[in-house]
């Protein structure tokens, strides 16, 4: 994977940074932390800037949240199920998955949209139920592209510091997404905790 990375984002410079975050957004299985680490390197080196490239990822994670957005904005929830069952083993999309993701809509509403976008599965999942729901895309498109961006930021800077050792971060990657896990966790409590406060304070 990251031999297809170094060889997409060589040949075709920062497009094809962003084309790889369109296609991440798609298909799970690919690790965004690779381009974006691959791309922070680059910066490092003076190939390209971190405004461009953070730009043509940034977009990259629109693209692809645009296109699972148009699904579930023209297939209903029984067809989804169907999509996923069918071909949903071809992109690493599971049921139970695409499920959570719906639930996490249900539960957070939009807000989802924003913090989801720092959770890997449910990044790219949760722009199925919001055009279910037919959620305003301008909406929906501030709140992917601020999520994603600093996704995509966090990233790019963490390469930028490891210059030619980028590629060691895999290794750990995963240790990080967990810290971001109980950040998003956390974001999730205090949000909860507010509502309720609101409705109780509404209701007396």
């Known amino acids: ?33 690779i381009v974006l680490l691959l791309s922070g390197f ?5 190939e390209f800037s971190f405004f461009s490239v953070w730009v043509a990822t940034t ?14 904005y023209a297939v209903s929830k029984e067809g989804i199920e169907k999509l996923v069952l069918r071909f949903g083993k071809f992109v690493g999309i599971k049921q139970k ?15 989802v949209i924003f913090f989801g976008r720092l959770l890997p599965l449910i990044r790219s999942l949760v722009s199925i139920p919001a055009g279910l729901a037919k959620m305003s895309l301008a909406r929906f498109s501030l709140l992917t592209a601020a999520g994603s961006g600093i996704w ?50 509404s209701a007396s």
């Open 152 to 201: 995509n930021a966090l990233w790019i800077y963490i390469g930028i510091q490891l210059e030619d050792r980028w590629r060691e971060a895999e290794s750990w990657a995963k240790y990080f997404d967990y810290a971001i896990y109980a950040l998003v966790v956390l974001m999730v409590i205090i949000f909860a905790t507010r509502m309720i406060r609101r409705r109780g304070a």
């Open 59 to 72: 977009i990259g994670s629109l693209v692809g949240a645009y296109f699972l957005y148009s699904i579930g």
């Open 1 to 33: 994977m990251i031999d297809f990375a170094t060889q997409l984002v060589e040949s075709i410079g920062i497009f094809g940074a962003g084309l790889f975050i369109a296609i991440e957004s798609v298909v799970i299985p690919l690790p965004s932390e």
């Open 97 to 111: 998955d695409v499920d959570v993701a719906f639930r996490w809509f249900d539960k957070y509403g939009t807000f």
């Open 42 to 46: 680059n910066v490092s080196i003076g």
